[in-house]
Nanobody, 124 residues
Framework: QVPLVESGGGLVRPEGSLRLSCAPS????MGWFRQAPGKEREFLAA????????YYADSVKGRCTISRDNAKNTMYLQIDSLKPEDTAVYYC?????????????????????WGPGTQVTVSA
């Protein structure tokens, strides 16, 4: 199995935007999580295999958009109106067999495939 790799992180000013990428997206459900220093890993968003069904955590609903381009074998997370509290390592995850976003939201972390993460720092 080809490892997942995130990209697109970096330093961004408050109220800025960022688009994270994760490849390869494969043909199963995928999701984004983040972990801030001293905090537990937090679920952000999930998407089904086709890209037509998505699910968001209340904490980011309205500011984040998850999407995927299966032709490019890549999943994305657009984050707008970034705040300093969005500073974290952002991870993508994939279900090894499931195709619905429930297979991301409802799966124990050890049952998902993870990328190494990409750092996002929001600071003036």
């Amino acid at each position: 199995q080809v490892p997942l790799v995130e990209s697109g992180g970096g330093l961004v000013r408050p109220e800025g935007s960022l688009r994270l990428s994760c490849a390869p997206s494969g043909r199963n459900a995928m999701g984004w999580f983040r972990q801030a220093p001293g905090k537990e890993r937090e679920f952000l968003a999930a998407i089904n295999w086709s890209g037509y069904s998505t699910y968001y955590a209340d904490s980011v609903k309205g500011r984040c958009t998850i999407s995927r381009d299966n032709a490019k074998n890549t999943m994305y997370l657009q984050i707008d109106s970034l705040k300093p509290e969005d500073t974290a390592v952002y991870y993508c995850a994939a279900s090894p067999t499931g195709q619905t976003f429930g297979d991301i939201v409802g799966s124990p972390p050890e049952n998902l495939n993870w990328g190494p993460g990409t750092q996002v720092t929001v600071s003036a």
